[in-house]
């Protein structure tokens, strides 16, 4: 055996296996080569990963710590700015514009249900605070410390410095008994005159929010034991009271203040009595000048470090990479037949069946996909089939719908021509004979259920003689219609109807004058067919509710019928309108697709 017959073997050979074990076989070959790998460099880059994982995860954990406290200041600053919209509250304003005291119970007991909301929404406000020139408002359940006043307490000539509100930080309660430790927001309150152009109220909110609740929250995704954090400002002052002690502590230190960077969050290391730190820290949004900031002695950081560099091995670092490499690409080629059956799955539910599964393996997956070509193959001639039978129900209900035209017509017109019989008007007799014979020819027209608009024509015609000749002087009907859509092809008895509606009801009341037009012409790619009169005119609301609800009333029984052979015959493809004219008469327009043969039509109609 040569050497090109060989190579030529190979693939036969592996086109020949089964899904499993060509998975199997790459499986060795990848596996073999990764171990050959050799691994200081995959461990060089690993432990640069490692270490920067470290660092990012210790600043990640404090950004979150700092982003939930942020969010909840946040929620409280919300909560006020809902009390300040509150109608309680606006009309408090409005009592302090006008300094109007006499309603101060009044505004204290509507604004109670407004406290216990913003309480209710945030657990950790534990009081609030509402000081005005006519009175303070506060939640009853709290006891007021009435020898503090607001105006004449340090938060207010805070707010005078600044002339904005701003979050105090740690603090006895002075404004209410208990001495509990509270941080508060200062805020002045706004009026609904104030919210374009700031205009001093005198007017203040201060929220008080539980000391030892904000601690909890920050350090609640603070759990390291190795690792110190703190809640202080630009200074290295504390916000709330801490669980620390001063003493070789370097929060504070000009050297450590100088490196908290005026950037939202960061880190840095920092030495202090020669052992180095790693400090994460990130400010909160609600107050720049507040953030949380962790501290880590290096030498733990690295300790991890050690410790994992101890428990990787090439062996380890090698599957790590045969893992990221079977999953980016080893599963795509081997599934790769999968995934071509899957995108033609897709086409199939976009009815497309044309697809057809192609493989030059003998494995389960593409057997899978012959099988798939057959089940196509069966629902395509399925379909075939049903589409077969539901052409021949249409015709059947078309046939249905057009023999129901006739008989009520053709029943009075032989009673017609029995009475002129009887008084001997033969000359009248022979023609409505005649006219009725022409008639039915049309109207059978060689089982024919699409016949052109000539031959419709001619079916109108002979029933507008028989009428004249039953109705005499009664009416006359004009024809408008373009020449070339004589050759159009129209639904059987169409026209006749609409005709015979406007004798029957719109000349009932009428002995002569009764004028009928019909008119035909092309309005883009459409047949525009359009029958009016001068008569008594008619309901459009009423026609229209007819032919929606079948079994309402016989009103309009031609028109419906009408509607319904045009959407057995077209679909939604036609359009019927019925209005009144200008003369008060009726006005019935149809909208037909313009077809000149038959193949044309059963193509657009599938």
Known sequence: MNKQAVWSLIPRMFHSFSLKQRIWFTFVVLITLGLMATGSIAYFIASKEIQRNALQSSQDTVNQSAQIVNERLKNIGIAVRALMFSDAFKQLMKDVQSDDRSSYYKSLTALQYVFSQVKFNDSMIESILIATPIGDFYPTSSVRNTSNSFYKSEMSEHFQQLKRGFWSKGHVDPFFTGKQRVISLVTEGVGEDSFM????????????????????????????????????????????YADRTREGDFIQKPTFVEQLSKEMKGSFFYSNDKKDYLVNYS??????????VGVQAKDELLAKLNGIKRATTYVILGFILLSLFIANNLTYLLLKPLFRLQKLMKRVEENDLSVRFESVYKDEVSQVGFRFNSMLDEIKQLIEDVKNRERDKRKAEIKALSAQMDPHFFYNTLNTIYCKSVLGENEDVNEMILALSQMFQISLSGGRDLITLEEELDHVRQYLAIQQRSYEHLFVCHFEIEEPLLKCLVPKIMIQPLIENCILHGFKDMTS???????????????????????????????????????????????????????????ERHRMEIASNEQGGALIELWLPSYVSEEEFHESTG
């Open 197 to 240: 152009v700031y205009e001093p109220t005198n007017v203040f909110v201060v929220v008080n929010v539980k000391e030892d609740d904000l601690r909890d929250l920050f350090m609640q995704n603070l759990s390291q034991t190795n690792k110190k954090y703190y809640f202080i400002d630009s200074q290295g002052e504390d916000i709330n």
């Open 513 to 571: 004058g009764g004028e009928i037009r019909l008119t035909i012409e092309t309005d883009g790619d459409w047949l525009h067919i359009a029958v009016e009169d001068n008569g008594q005119g008619l309901i459009p609301e009423k026609l229209r509710q007819s032919i929606a609800h079948i079994a309402s009333s016989k009103h309009g029984y031609a028109l419906r019928n009408i509607y319904t052979r045009l959407q057995l015959y077209y679909g």
């Open 283 to 292: 400010r909160l949004e609600v107050k720049d000048d507040w953030m949380i």
